[in-house]
């Protein structure tokens, strides 16, 4: 039987990133389903937990203007929003309906799914799934899970990915994507 997928996005999200932690507010702990967010949510989200999830919700963002800008779109309606600052696109499409992003709580399906770009975040999450054997070190920071495609990288925080260590991740899914 399958889990059920819990997260904040868009739930036919083909860009997918798991996070061993929830934001902490009732409504985010409690959560049992898929939630797009709505505008506005992510600055409350922000302003009312602190700087942490501030920092995850920028890096995010960050990555999916870079990967826009790379030609890697995860919009489901396949639109070009055409955003020339990574923070309007945080501000006016990260994880909301139709954005093709999810940031999910629920721990990843193992099954491989080529149509889905799949980041699992953190090495001590991997840990925890009991991944740490299976992983094939592509440089010091990122890592394939081979039989499920999923990519470790880096915790979404500044100093973990910077926007250098971004942009080597888009390079290398862009190639991968190619093949």
């Known amino acids: 039987m399958n889990q059920p997928v819990i997260g904040l996005g868009d739930e036919h999200a083909r860009i997918q990133v798991f996070i061993a932690s929830r934001p902490p507010l009732a ?32 890096v995010y963002a960050k990555l999916i203007f870079a990967l826009q800008q790379a030609g ?18 945080r501000d006016q499409q990260l994880l909301q309906a139709g954005s093709g992003q999810a940031l999910l709580f629920s721990p990843p399906s193992l099954s491989p799914d080529s149509t889905k770009i799949r980041l699992l975040l953190a090495k001590g999450y991997a840990q925890t799934l009991g991944l740490s054997t299976e992983l094939i070190w592509l ?29 080597r991740l888009v390079e290398w899914l862009k190639q991968r994507a190619e093949r």
């Open 139 to 167: 440089d010091n920071d990122f890592a394939l899970h081979k039989a499920s495609g999923l990519v470790l990288c880096p915790y979404f925080d500044y100093r973990q990915l910077s926007d250098i260590k971004i942009q």
């Open 72 to 89: 890697i779109n995860g919009d489901n309606n396949q639109d070009v929003f055409g955003f020339t600052r990574w923070q309007d696109l």
């Open 27 to 58: 409504e985010y702990q409690q959560l049992q389903a898929m939630q797009p967010l709505q505008r506005g949510d992510i600055a409350r989200i922000a302003s009312e937990t602190g700087n942490h999830w501030r920092k995850i919700f920028n």
